[in-house]
């Protein structure tokens, strides 16, 4: 659609808020003419400027809130909707939860599945429950700082408390930052790619306490951690990576530990784990627990069943019901998250479980081709989903149940059409909200064989 109104870059309307996109930005319509606008929520009559215009759609700065929603929480800090840190804390709970419900009711229903939605599943603690941290380091005002960055920039807005981290971890990333201001060392420029410091990652396990630092430097150098050591006795591993490259990626390719051992110990559904810096773990604890039991009460699970775990990280859903069946295949393309998973089998006495290091639809073709098949398969795939390929090859193996956990709707949409297409069917979708405050969202949904 296009629109010829004569609109222009910092004219100022009034409009009425409508709707919020999947991103948490309020819409208005200016003659039909859409607006994205950060801090507006639906109901609300609102003054904006426009800083951006295209052909289809602008962006907006919110200037005055003529007329407030009675969902708004008045105290919530701008910086974390400006950052996306936190861009759904001017909203009450209980709306986020109903927001979070109709983002999978939006997405199944454009892909033509018109299956009732579960409500969300909210979380007891909704502040200070991530366990882990990737924090840029950069220079703001002639020094080095610690903080995050605003929406759609590589600008730093300096932070002290990250409000939905465990505050341990906003501790120690003080810590780390005075620590550096005492080394007198560099933070890194992306625009020159000169500096040492480039970021700070923080792990923090749930039931042991124990912290893992790993600060990743453009060159190996020597920094003294004794004074931080002493500050935090629960540091169980201090590493530096060297990240020489300018992509996009938090960690860099080699790691030298520095400090006690390239891991932490955790606990996950009264199993013991041991997690390495670039594992996969669910940073929300308690909230995964909820959701790989519901994902295991779905899958209703017999002694003799043999299970697939793909995408299996450092192996936390195969491992968390090893005892409860026949065999475990798990398929990871990270090789150390492997062996972790090799390591957390051994740690918890299990003697049934097998994992490849690989692409879960590579991996998958081969082990069908191997005539290994499996009664329920459990993906737990990235932001992208699933390659056509592998489910395909799910499908191919004849499993009763597929259990699939995701953190992207649109994602799970298009796959879940694939998989009805295929012969399964939709049985039911629980959204779990392991992202309070904030507009991310994770799901657990069971297909069935038709």
């Known amino acids: 659609m296009c629109y010829n109104y004569n609109m222009q870059k910092n004219d100022i309307f009034e409009a009425e808020v409508l709707d919020l996109t999947h991103e948490a930005l309020g819409v208005v319509r200016v003659e039909g003419f859409p607006f994205f606008i950060e801090n507006a929520l639906p109901g609300e009559l609102i003054k904006f400027k426009v800083i951006k215009l295209g052909k289809t759609f602008g962006f907006g700065k919110l200037l005055e809130l003529i007329k407030k929603s009675a969902n708004r929480v008045e105290s919530a800090d701008l910086?974390?909707?400006?950052?996306?840190?936190?861009?759904?804390?001017?909203?009450?709970?209980?709306?986020?939860?109903?927001?979070?419900?109709?983002?999978?009711?939006?997405?199944?229903?454009?892909?033509?599945?018109?299956l009732p939605v579960e409500d969300t599943i909210g979380a007891e603690h909704i502040l200070a429950y991530r366990n882990k941290a990737q924090i840029p380091v950069r220079e703001k005002d002639g020094q080095l700082e610690t903080g995050f960055f605003r929406k759609n920039s590589h600008d730093l807005v300096p932070i002290t408390?990250?409000?939905?981290?465990?505050?341990?971890?906003?501790?120690?990333?003080?810590?780390?930052?005075d620590l550096l201001h005492r080394e007198k060392l560099t933070a890194y420029d992306e625009r020159?790619?000169?500096?040492?410091?480039?970021?700070?990652?923080?792990?923090?396990?749930?039931?042991?306490?124990?912290?893992?630092?790993?600060l990743v430097l453009s060159k190996m150098t020597k920094i003294n951690f004794e004074a931080l050591i002493a500050g935090f006795p629960n540091i169980n591993s201090i590493m530096l990576s060297i990240k020489t490259d300018k992509g996009n990626a938090i960690l860099g390719k080699s790691f030298k530990l520095i400090y006690g051992q390239d891991?932490?110990?955790?606990?996950?559904?009264?199993k013991k784990f041991k997690i390495s810096a670039q594992s996969f773990y669910q940073v929300n604890s308690e909230q995964a627990e909820v959701l790989y039991q519901l994902a295991y009460d779905e899958a209703d699970l017999q002694m003799n069943d043999v299970i697939i775990?793909?995408?299996?990280g450092i192996g936390t859903i195969g491992i968390c019901i090893a005892d409860k069946v026949a065999k475990v295949y798990g398929m990871e393309v990270i090789s150390q998250a492997v062996e972790n998973a090799d390591c957390n089998a051994k740690l918890n006495h299990l003697t049934n479980t097998h994992y490849e290091v690989g692409k879960a639809e590579d991996i998958m073709a081969k082990w069908l081709s191997n005539g290994i098949t499996?009664?329920?398969v459990f993906v737990d795939p990235p932001r992208k989903g699933?390659?056509?390929?592998?489910?395909?090859?799910?499908?191919?193996?004849?499993?009763?149940?597929?259990?699939?956990?995701?953190?992207n709707p649109a994602s799970f949409a298009r796959d879940a059409a694939h998989f009805q297409r295929l012969g399964y069917r939709l049985e039911k979708v629980q959204p779990v909200d392991l992202f309070p405050q904030t507009h991310h969202v994770e799901l657990v949904s069971k297909f069935t064989k038709i």
């Open 79 to 114: 910086t974390f909707l400006r950052t996306g840190i936190a861009d759904l804390a001017h909203l009450t709970y209980s709306e986020q939860l109903k927001f979070k419900k109709a983002q999978v009711e939006t997405v199944l229903s454009k892909v033509g599945i018109e």
């Open 161 to 177: 408390d990250f409000y939905i981290q465990n505050p341990e971890i906003d501790q120690l990333i003080l810590a780390v930052r």
């Open 192 to 214: 020159t790619n000169t500096g040492l410091v480039r970021n700070i990652v923080i792990r923090w396990a749930h039931q042991t306490n124990e912290l893992m630092l790993v």
């Open 263 to 270: 891991f932490i110990s955790d606990e996950l559904l009264g």
């Open 309 to 312: 775990d793909a995408y299996s």
């Open 374 to 376: 499996a009664d329920v």
């Open 386 to 407: 699933l390659d056509e390929s592998f489910i395909t090859a799910t499908v191919e193996t004849g499993p009763r149940a597929v259990i699939y956990i995701s953190c």
